[in-house]
């Protein structure tokens, strides 16, 4: 079974998680994890979480900030732990996993490139010239 966490500083995994849902609907397969807005202790948080784990299913987790503290806390769970760390997230990577049983690490890869292709300066797409054909109308 995929399982997805989506580990984040504050109600950020919370607030991508209500868009999701107004989009998808509720899924059962994924976990949150807001750190720092309470006083529980981040990496006993995260040890938990890792242990409730069964190692048939796949695991991703998805945190907010590459050299953030929730990355790092998730990091070394690499070494003993079967999963993939993902860190960076955005609504169409959640949204394209949605429905998903499994992936593997080639599928992560593209949904990371496709989420990152999401990201976009509109102003610039905008302004770009477009090109014009031979009948008058542009392309």
Do not use: W
């Not at 807001?34 to 938990?48: G, K, M, R, V």
């Not at 949605?98 to 292709?117: K, L, P, Q, S, Y």
């Amino acid at each position: 079974m995929l399982k997805i966490c989506i580990a984040t500083h504050g109600h950020y995994s919370s607030g991508i998680y209500s868009s999701f849902q107004l989009i998808a609907g509720a899924k059962e397969n994924i976990d949150l994890i807001e750190a720092y807005i309470n006083d529980d202790n981040l990496p006993d948080t995260i040890a938990a979480y890792m242990a409730r784990q069964n190692p048939a299913d796949t695991l991703i987790v998805f945190t907010d900030l590459l050299g953030g503290s929730v990355n790092q806390a998730f990091a070394p769970y690499l070494q003993t732990h079967d999963f993939h760390l993902v860190t960076g997230i955005n609504l169409a990577m959640l949204l394209e996993l949605a429905f998903m049983d499994e992936i593997d690490a080639d599928g992560i890869r593209r949904i990371v490139d496709n989420g990152r292709a999401q990201i976009v300066y509109v102003n610039d797409l905008l302004s770009a010239p477009t090109e014009s054909t031979d009948d008058g109308f542009e392309d």
